[in-house]
């Protein structure tokens, strides 16, 4: 059986993926979170938990993991707890070596004609101002993220739109923005989470960053 850690199992992401997880009788699931009313109230009171602050946790309450699953959110001011917390997870994985799977962001994306990063595009929005942190400390994760050999890592990254809502038909993309039919960039975090659970069963993408969106 594969012991599972989902850190910020009660946000949208990581709690669909624990979810999905726990649907498997192969996979032994614990939500890594700092807030334990909180994700006893959106996983359920019987949910299992390792409750503490994981940027300061004692890296032995980690160790044992088969896979790390990292869907922590931050605030804008606080978006570079991405970059350390990939730092410390890579650092834990070179000495225990779980598998390290990574939420990113979608401005790390590329896009257009010119092939240049969709956080380029959010950047002009005025309306991004208040949360544009995210996506750049996201994108500076991810250079960091390829940087390493040392670890057994998976970044993926959600469409443009990334909503609460139940899994559906997907397609898989690399490095590039996808767009559906009607010219959507949109992902549902059961899709999300289907995806992320296949991956933890059926280990595919190693060392390197795709992108889902969901098929209409």
């Given amino acids: 059986m594969l012991k599972v850690g989902i850190i910020g199992a009660s946000g949208m992401a990581g709690s669909a993926i624990y979810k999905e997880a726990s649907s498997k009788p192969t996979l032994a699931v614990t939500g890594i979170v700092r807030d334990e009313t909180k994700a006893q109230q959106v996983l359920g009171k019987d949910a299992k938990l390792l409750v503490g602050d994981v940027l300061t946790m004692d890296n032995g309450l980690l160790m044992g993991f088969d896979v790390i699953v990292d869907a922590l959110g931050t605030s804008p001011e606080e978006a570079g707890q991405q970059v350390t917390l990939a730092q410390k997870l ?3 994985a070179t000495n225990d070596h779980p598998r390290l799977l990574f939420i990113l962001g979608a401005g790390s994306l590329y896009t257009g004609a010119d092939h240049h990063l969709a956080v380029e595009d959010i950047a002009k ?4 101002a208040a949360w544009i942190n995210i996506p750049k400390l996201q994108l ?3 250079e ?3 940087t390493v050999r040392t670890a057994d890592w998976m970044g993926i990254s959600p469409s443009l739109e990334f909503v609460p809502g139940p899994a559906t038909r997907y397609v898989l ?3 590039d923005l996808l767009f559906d039919d009607h010219g959507m960039s949109r992902v549902t975090s059961g899709t999300m989470a289907k995806v992320i659970v296949h991956e933890i069963l059926n280990p595919h993408h190693h060392q390197e960053r795709i992108t889902v969106i ?3």
């Fill in 140 to 142: 500076k994760e991810l």
């Fill in 214 to 216: 969901n098929a209409i």
């Fill in 90 to 92: 890579v650092g834990l």
């Fill in 125 to 128: 929005d005025p309306a991004a």
């Fill in 144 to 146: 960091y993220l390829q």
């Fill in 173 to 175: 993309g690399g490095n």
